[in-house]
T-cell receptor, first 109, second 116 residues
Framework: DAKTTQPPSMDCAEGRAANLPCNHSTISGNEYVYWYRQIHSQGPQYIIHGLKNNETNEMASLIITEDRKSSTLILPHATLRDTAVYYCIVGVGGEKLTFGTGTRLTIIP | DTGVSQDPRHKITKRGQNVTFRCDPISEHNRLYWYRQTLGQGPEFLTYFQNEAQLEKSRLLSDRFSAERPKGSFSTLEIQRTEQGDSAMYLC??????????????FGPGTRLTVL
């Protein structure tokens, strides 16, 4: 069973920051938080992951709360191409990923 | 392009036929994973390999399914006596295991199977 909870859908205006929340209250100490996204009919695309500290790369930022029970993925300047299903996954590095149903993010022009 | 590749991208078959899919991982990635995704659902784990060794299989992988990674490079997934319920997107992913930094998985484009 998926170990994360995400809102089923969100909208965001083009050019604004998209903030996608995820709850993972049962996360274990050795589990990472991974974010993937899937654009219609394509394979999932890796976005970012983190263990304890906040992380940033060219695609997004990941903010993990101090107790690690929740996190937020931030897309700083959303474009229409960011419309996708976003999956938040917790797991041990290298082991199987357990996907939930994710958040369907729609970027509004 | 040095990403994960899968072949074929689409496969239509009749019920009862056998099908085989191929996955070529990112070069030097030592782990290779297979997932299945049905419409409206997230991907579900099927199995994974460390080099040529199959380390874990999901209970979703019935006796009609078999996966191999004979030389620790590419992998094949075979489905025998296909059923309409096998219609899905079959996804392959690979990762380089370092046990240090999260070892994220990178996915291929998938093979869409339709069983008539």
């Amino acid at each position: 069973d998926a170990k994360t909870t995400q809102p089923p859908s969100m909208d965001c205006a083009e050019g604004r920051a998209a903030n996608l929340p995820c709850n993972h209250s049962t996360i274990s100490g050795n589990e990472y938080v991974y974010w993937y996204r899937q654009i219609h009919s394509q394979g999932p695309q890796y976005i970012i992951h983190g263990l304890k500290n906040n992380e940033t790369n060219e695609m997004a930022s990941l903010i993990i709360t101090e107790d690690r029970k929740s996190s937020t993925l931030i897309l700083p300047h959303a474009t229409l191409r960011d419309t996708a299903v976003y999956y938040c996954i917790v797991g041990v590095g290298g082991e199987k990923l357990t996907f939930g149903t994710g958040t369907r993010l729609t970027i509004i022009p | 392009d040095t990403g994960v590749s899968q072949d074929p991208r689409h496969k239509i078959t009749k019920r009862g036929q056998n099908v085989t899919f191929r996955c070529d991982p990112i070069s030097e990635h030592n782990r290779l994973y297979w997932y299945r995704q049905t419409l409206g659902q997230g991907p579900e784990f099927l199995t994974y390999f460390q080099n040529e060794a199959q380390l874990e299989k999901s209970r979703l992988l019935s006796d009609r399914f078999s996966a191999e990674r004979p030389k620790g490079s590419f992998s094949t997934l075979e489905i025998q006596r296909t059923e309409q319920g096998d219609s899905a997107m079959y996804l392959c992913a690979s990762s380089l295991i370092t046990l240090q930094a999260g070892d994220e998985q990178f996915f291929g484009p998938g093979t869409r199977l339709t069983v008539l």
